[in-house]
Nanobody, 118 residues
Framework: QVQLVESGGGLVQPGGSLRLSCAASTSISSLYSMGWYRQAPGKQRELVANIIGSTGSTNYADSVKGRFTISRDNAKNTVYLQMNSLNSEDTAVYYC???????????WGQGTQVTVSS
């Protein structure tokens, strides 16, 4: 089992920035991908960004392109999500996710609340 622990959420004003961190209990380079999802009240959980373990390639939801950046530090087994130009629509619980292919499994962190409000 892989444990994922998020940190860095909080309250921020519109236009502000936050950086989320996700520390994994295993080598993140051994996982197929690491990513960030979010779930706002009354909405389904959605992919925000992910990074492929073997290539380092990244993918972003259209709503965050140009504002959010996902990165990783393999030595620290940590993935980051830098969030800039935040707006109220970014308010949600953000979850770290790790995907393993063999055997197939999804791992989730406990979530961290991000609230964008003046």
């Amino acid at each position: 089992q892989v444990q994922l622990v998020e940190s860095g959420g909080g309250l921020v004003q519109p236009g502000g920035s936050l950086r989320l961190s996700c520390a994994a209990s295993t080598s993140i380079s051994s996982l197929y991908s690491m990513g960030w999802y979010r779930q706002a009240p009354g909405k389904q959980r959605e992919l925000v960004a992910n990074i492929i373990g073997s290539t380092g390639s990244t993918n972003y939801a259209d709503s965050v392109k140009g504002r959010f950046t996902i990165s990783r530090d393999n030595a620290k087994n940590t993935v980051y999500l830098q969030m800039n130009s935040l707006n109220s629509e970014d308010t949600a619980v953000y979850y770290c996710n790790g995907k393993r292919l063999f055997p197939r499994n999804d791992f989730w962190g406990q979530g961290t609340q991000v609230t964008v409000s003046s």
